[in-house]
């Protein structure tokens, strides 16, 4: 669905990065979702909604959410709600080079390369580093690799 990085936020505007966010959301409680819709409608609502992301300041946001209680009367409990959807849809994982090394590793050993070449590749002394430190599989991956193994 969403399988590109933009680095500088693309033609996104604080609405569409919102939806975007919330549609990631899954299990959800209905408060929870009805608190989503709630946050969309009030950002259609405003010029804050339609600003492009990579020209947003933070002293934008906290402006409107000032504006929304004092202007327009909104209680806390709104404000509060608002800010909780808002923050989480700004924030984005910190990706650092040793956060690479692990994908890296990851992903080499998921393609079969050999445990020996990729612990000699990634300067490890030790296997077990390699394969339980840097090495990350899921339930999915378990399941293609039997699937493979069994020949299904």
Request: aromatic share 8%; with cysteine; hydrophobic share 35%.
């Amino acid at each position: 669905m969403f399988n590109q990085i933009v680095s500088n936020g693309g033609n996104h505007t604080v609405l569409s990065l919102v939806e975007k966010y919330v549609s990631l959301k899954i299990g959800v409680r209905h408060n929870t979702r009805a608190g989503y819709k709630t946050v969309r409608n009030i950002l259609k609502k405003y010029l804050f909604g339609d600003k492009r992301i990579d020209k947003v300041k933070l002293s934008d946001a906290k402006a409107w959410l000032i504006e929304l209680q004092q202007v327009d009367g909104r209680d806390y409990s709104s404000v509060h709600t608002i800010r909780g959807v808002l923050r989480p849809a700004f924030q984005m994982p910190k990706i650092t080079p040793h956060v690479c090394q692990h994908t890296f590793c990851s992903n080499m050993a998921k393609s079969g390369m050999n445990p020996k070449t990729l612990q000699y590749i990634m300067g490890h002394s030790d296997i077990s580093v390699t394969l339980n430190t840097y090495t990350h599989v899921d339930f999915e991956d378990a399941q293609s690799e039997l699937q493979r193994v069994v020949g299904e």
